[in-house]
């Protein structure tokens, strides 16, 4: 099982990015998949979630109603789409997956969010 994460980059407070996850070695369907953060001296964090049988998603309190997650399993790819962002999203972005096995992290992608 693989993760791959890419799109983040620099924005001005207010802006928008979509960040993407590439999985490969298993169905994006079967799994419910999430994206966590990790600030510069912070402990990594929850951002959201998508169950794996529908397009029920679990936003952390600090994103709802800016962050949206979704999937298209034709591509096997999980997006976050980031809007109205603050400095204090400026993190490294992972996506994760969960199986029997053990939990698997994308590599994360870099997100600044200047003021």
């Known amino acids: 099982v693989q993760l791959q994460a890419f799109g983040g980059g620099s924005v001005q407070t207010g802006g928008s990015l979509r960040l993407s996850c590439v999985v490969s070695?298993?169905?994006?369907?079967?799994?419910?998949m999430s994206w966590f953060r990790q600030a510069p001296g912070k402990e990594r964090e929850f951002v959201t979630a998508?169950?794996?049988?529908?397009?029920?998603?679990w936003p952390a309190d600090s994103v709802r109603g800016r962050f949206f997650i979704s999937r298209d399993s034709a591509k096997n790819t999980v997006y976050l789409q980031m809007n109205s962002l603050k400095p204090e999203d400026t993190a490294i972005y992972y996506c994760?997956?969960?199986?029997?096995?053990?939990?698997?992290w994308g590599q994360g992608t870099q997100v600044t969010v200047s003021s």
């Open positions: 998508i169950e794996y049988n529908s397009d029920s998603t």
């Open positions: 994760k997956v969960v199986l029997t096995s053990g939990a698997y």
């Open positions: 070695g298993l169905s994006l369907s079967d799994y419910a």
